[in-house]
């Protein structure tokens, strides 16, 4: 038999128990634009079950295919209530994702105003200002920098011509973990090429890149004035001679 339809009604449309409590969980957790889209989506469905085939066909719907239409109907309504669910959770991980960067940005601009305090706000120290920046965040972000431009009443262009000009400074994230390979004469001919594979191999990261997770940032310096006991890596300004692969597993994995 047709299925019975309840005296439930939505925007004039008579529904099913099953179909308005559908249509009702829809309108959970979306904004007004989304809301609207997805309930249009739900009402055309049920447009084409009840009303065309009534207005625009003389044919009757066979009794299978008026049962068929509202079970495809509800199976669609599930599913959009499926996707409406899924764009709250993106939602709400967005909202989070934000609150913590603002958190971020306002702890280091705190600390960008005790170090340039520490200084009396002196501009002749710039260099110094942005060197404690660097070795407090591992980066100079742009946000600290027009920070200190506007505290120090500096040009925002000579800072940065002061970032970019010295290499110890970097414009972009880095690890918790510094890691550098020498790549000089001496460690050269010891094998420092086959001692980088080694650490591409287990960071999984190049020179120049950072890991995904923060931890560490892996790059190459010319000399590190200890050629006797190449090749050398430093981790964090501690020196290691010829470190194997075992070794540089255990070193990475006691750090944070």
């Not at 447009?47 to 066909?57: E, N, P």
């Not at 309504?77 to 939602?91: F, H, K, M, P």
């Not at 001496?186 to 999984?204: F, N």
């Amino acid at each position: 038999m047709p299925k019975r339809k309840t005296k439930t009604a939505f925007i004039g449309i008579k529904l099913t128990a099953q179909e308005a409590a559908l249509l009702t969980k829809l309108q959970d957790g979306l904004n007004s634009t989304t809301k609207t889209q997805v309930l249009l989506k739900g009402l055309d469905l049920m447009d084409k079950v009840y009303l065309s085939t009534s207005v625009s066909s003389n044919v009757a719907l066979t009794e299978k295919e008026e049962m068929s239409s509202p079970i495809a109907t509800n199976l669609e309504l599930a599913r959009l209530e499926y996707e409406a669910r899924q764009y709250s959770i993106r939602v709400q991980q967005a909202k989070s994702k934000t609150k913590e960067v603002m958190r971020q940005v306002a702890q280091e601009l705190s600390k960008t105003d005790e170090i340039v305090d520490k200084h009396k706000g002196d501009k002749s120290k710039l260099i110094q200002v942005l060197l404690e920046l660097q070795r407090e965040n591992k980066w100079l972000s742009e946000e600290s920098l027009k920070w200190v431009s506007q505290k120090l009443d500096v040009p925002l262009t000579q800072i940065y011509h002061m970032a970019t000009f010295y290499k110890i400074f970097s414009l972009v994230p880095k690890g918790r973990h510094s890691i550098m390979v020498c790549t000089g004469t001496s460690c050269e001919v010891r094998g420092t090429s086959h001692l980088l594979d080694r650490v591409i191999k287990t960071l999984k990261i190049r020179p120049g890149e950072t890991s995904s997770d923060m931890r560490f940032s892996l790059g190459t310096v010319k000399c590190l004035g200890c050629c006797a006991l190449g090749p050398v890596m430093v981790i964090d300004g501690k020196y290691y001679s010829r470190p194997s692969v075992k070794e540089i597993e255990q070193i990475t994995a006691t750090l944070d």
